[in-house]
């Protein structure tokens, strides 16, 4: 059986994407980032509770403070991307589920009254919609370069706050000169699925 989606789109979204190193100085704007933002909300969530929050760091003064909580290799990369987004879980998300889930408002307080409960979910959900997010930047046309190498208290104390945990630094942008290291393995379909 074949994939329905274009082999085209197949490529753009996964076999051709890498993670870049390099990025062109070409701007991204706030309606490539809207637009993004518009097709990856639809990626489903449990409770549909929509944990990820998205800082977008464009100004100069904003790279600087981020740069320096950056691990040492991820350092130039971020330094010169023409956007760094911080993505983060919501702890508090369940505060905006009677809106997000209207037929069954209770969840908020049914299954999410406990922070610890929350924390859990929010992590494991914003993940699923930071990957989202990773495809929608593909999806746009650009390239993403996704980092989890940086002091995560430090990020959180400079952009975010308690109620926030930063999950990954993606640097958006064109790609540049040798943007991209060497393709790395992949398991085989029959290392990673087992039918029972």
């Known amino acids: 059986m074949s994939l329905v989606l274009d082999p085209a789109a197949q490529d753009l979204l996964f076999r051709e994407a890498r993670t870049a190193n390099t990025f062109t100085d070409e701007p991204v704007t706030d309606e490539q980032v809207q637009a993004i933002y518009d097709l ?17 760091v464009r100004s100069a003064e904003g790279r600087e403070r981020l740069v320096q909580h ?20 919501d702890n508090e998300f369940h505060e905006e589920l009677p809106a997000l889930l209207p037929h069954f408002p209770q969840a908020k307080d049914m299954f999410f009254s406990e922070r ?4 859990s ?5 914003a993940a699923l919609q ?7 930047v593909r999806a746009a046309g650009l390239a993403a370069g996704p980092m989890t190498g940086y002091d995560a208290a430090g990020i959180q104390k400079e ?13 958006i942008g064109k790609p540049g000169e040798d943007a991209w290291f060497p393709r790395s393995p992949r398991l085989s379909y029959d290392e990673v699925i087992t039918t029972v």
């Open 121 to 125: 979910a929010a992590g494991l959900n």
């Open 159 to 171: 952009f975010l706050d308690d109620d926030h945990t930063p999950l990954m630094v993606v640097n």
């Open 40 to 56: 990856v909300k639809f990626g489903p969530t449990a409770f549909n509770q929509s944990p990820l929050r998205v800082v977008l």
């Open 130 to 136: 930071a990957a989202y997010f990773i495809i929608g």
């Open 116 to 119: 610890p409960v929350r924390e």
């Open 70 to 89: 950056m691990a040492e290799g991820n350092r130039p990369k971020t330094a010169t991307a023409p956007l760094v987004a911080i993505l983060a879980a």
